[in-house]
């Protein structure tokens, strides 16, 4: 079964840090570039991360650039969101995604995301 | 960054009645490489992770119902369940996948009538 299960979340007071972890299985997980997507409470979906199959391309949404890391390890089939100097707006429920690849006329794009995980929440707060 | 809007915010459909969810992108998303917009549509129920229903705006993923239907290209997309049944209750998004960073749109929640 096509499975990933986030970890790591938790309370945090601002300024603080955590490390939120992402377990694959029932897939090449090498082979998908890999996202990090939250939700505040009550509220819509914002895209935070994302990273190549290989590890070494990475983009970020201007409200984390900075102060989180994407990385991952393939050979633990495992993905991870290092996140310091956390602030209030930081809190929302954490969900990986795998990217959903189209691939035609002798290319391969991303188009979706199409396996989540149960998410993990992470609250600031003092 | 491209803003995707989506309308209604909310609307109430009846059991078998159609249900047209509509996204608008602030620039077009369109590939000319491929010759597909890049727009996905999730359905996220209370309590869980959001489900991909379409992808490059009219393509349904495997196994998704195919009263689910996606359509538009360039700005201007449209979901329709084209007869609601009571387990589509949730709330829609769109997303865009053209470029970094990649948007969604605020939301449609869909309930039965």
């Known amino acids: 079964e096509v499975q990933l299960v986030e970890s790591g979340g938790g309370l945090v007071h601002p300024g603080g840090s955590l490390r939120l972890s992402c377990a694959a299985s029932g897939f090449t997980f090498s082979r998908y570039w890999m996202h990090w997507v939250r939700q505040a409470p009550g509220e819509g979906l914002v895209w935070v991360s994302r990273i190549s199959d290989d590890g070494y391309t990475t983009f970020y949404a201007d409200s984390v650039k900075g102060r989180f890391t994407i990385s991952r390890d393939n050979a633990k089939n495992t993905l991870f969101l290092q996140m310091n100097s956390l602030r209030v707006e930081d809190t929302a429920v954490y969900y990986c995604a795998r990217d959903r690849p189209y691939c035609g006329g002798g290319r391969c794009y991303g188009a979706g995301m199409d396996v989540w995980g149960q998410g993990t929440t992470v609250t600031v707060s003092s | 960054d491209i803003v995707m809007t989506q309308s209604p915010d909310s609307l109430a459909v009846s059991l078998g009645e159609r249900a047209t969810i509509n996204c608008k992108s602030s620039?077009?998303?369109?590939?000319?490489?491929?010759?597909?917009?890049?727009l996905a549509w999730y359905q996220q129920k209370p309590g869980q992770p959001p489900k991909l229903l379409i992808y490059?705006?009219?393509m349904r993923e495997s196994g998704v119902p195919d009263r689910f239907s996606g359509s538009g290209s360039g700005t201007d997309f449209t979901l329709t369940i084209s007869s609601l049944q009571a387990e589509d209750v949730a709330v829609y998004y769109c997303q865009q996948y053209y470029s970094n960073p990649l948007t969604f749109g605020g939301g449609t929640k869909v309930e039965i009538k």
């Open positions: 620039q077009s998303v369109f590939y000319s490489s491929n010759n597909q917009s890049n």
């Open positions: 490059l705006a009219s």
